[in-house]
């Protein structure tokens, strides 16, 4: 498996793991800073996404997590801090869970691990509900995605970062060609539609899954008036022994685009 990543500073090793749709570039606001209070950063493409090997399977968080630890080997590292947004933080869940050993601190980024929930995400929206997350179920069609938008998958990144951000200006539209750029293909579709193909078996790992005993970091916007927030605060704190959550009352969902201080403080305060 080929990772593309981007790296720099020295220090202990802080792994970042991106989103849907984004790719590393996510970070790169908040990359300088981390790097600058002495540490390793190093921001990773996941299988499917962007410069890394897009294979036909192996797209379950578990085994997405599994690739990750292999890449903190090959790099020489025993133990890392890792953070990870939306799937790269389910990522980051398994990763922490699966390899206790390997992990120093992890954060997760406004996105849980699939649990038995998302099969009760409605179809349709539902009155009085602000949020509805249609793609989840449209990106589990097999072969339908990848006809309607190779070519144009700049539309659907328009319309995500249009509905859910409170400063849409914060995702530039240098930003949304190089996020719509690295999946704007059949494969590039493909691939990032089976991290969410997956959710099943994601929920069959996730119960037998013990705690997270590393140090666990909850950082969640307000997307949906607080639905999210109020889904973290609820989940979390049974799903590790050490668990503390932050809430960004005036930030959306890709907040690291969008709020990058607000990351970089509570990461220099968590990660020390």
């Not at 790097?35 to 540490?39: E, N, Q, Y």
């Not at 036909?56 to 292999?70: C, F, L």
């Not at 996105?111 to 990106?139: C, Q, S, T």
């Given at each position: 498996?080929?990772?593309?990543?981007?790296?720099?500073?020295?220090?202990?090793?802080l792994i970042l793991l991106p989103g849907w749709p984004e790719t590393w570039w996510e970070f790169r606001k908040v990359m300088p800073a981390l790097?600058?209070?002495?540490?390793r950063v190093i921001a990773v493409d996941l299988p499917g996404m962007g410069g890394s090997d897009k294979p036909?399977?192996?797209?379950?968080?578990?085994?997405?997590?599994?690739?990750?630890?292999?890449f903190v080997r090959a790099l020489g590292y025993e133990q890392v801090d890792i953070a990870g947004h939306d799937v790269g933080s389910?990522?980051?869940?398994?990763?922490?869970?699966?390899?206790?050993?390997?992990?120093?601190?992890?954060?997760?980024?406004?996105?849980?691990?699939?649990?038995?929930?998302?099969?009760?995400?409605?179809?349709?929206?539902?009155?009085?509900?602000?949020?509805?997350?249609?793609?989840?179920?449209?990106?589990?069609?097999?072969?339908l995605p990848e006809q309607l938008l190779a070519g144009r998958f700049r539309t659907l990144i328009d319309w995500l970062f249009d509905n859910f951000l409170d400063d849409r200006n914060s995702v530039t539209p240098l930003d949304r060609a190089v996020y719509a750029r690295a999946y704007d293909s059949p494969d590039g579709i493909r691939s990032g539609n089976a991290w969410f193909a997956t959710f099943g078996q994601d929920v069959v790992d996730l119960a037998a899954y013990g705690k997270v005993t590393a140090p666990l970091l909850g950082m969640v916007s307000n997307l949906g008036d607080g639905m999210f927030a109020e889904a973290m605060q609820a989940t979390l704190p049974n799903q590790g022994t050490d668990v503390e959550i932050a809430v960004l009352p005036d930030a959306g969902h890709y907040f690291v685009d969008e709020r990058p201080q607000a990351v970089i403080d509570r990461f220099d305060t968590f990660f020390v």
């Open positions: 498996m080929r990772l593309h990543y981007v790296a720099g500073g020295a220090g202990r090793p790097a600058a209070s002495g540490r036909a399977t192996g797209y379950d968080k578990k085994t997405m997590a599994g690739v990750i630890h292999a389910q990522v980051a869940f398994s990763f922490a869970v699966n390899y206790p050993e390997a992990t120093r601190k992890v954060a997760m980024l406004d996105i849980l691990h699939p649990d038995p929930a998302v099969y009760e995400i409605r179809m349709l929206p539902v009155p009085g509900v602000p949020l509805h997350p249609w793609w989840f179920a449209f990106n589990q069609v097999t072969g």
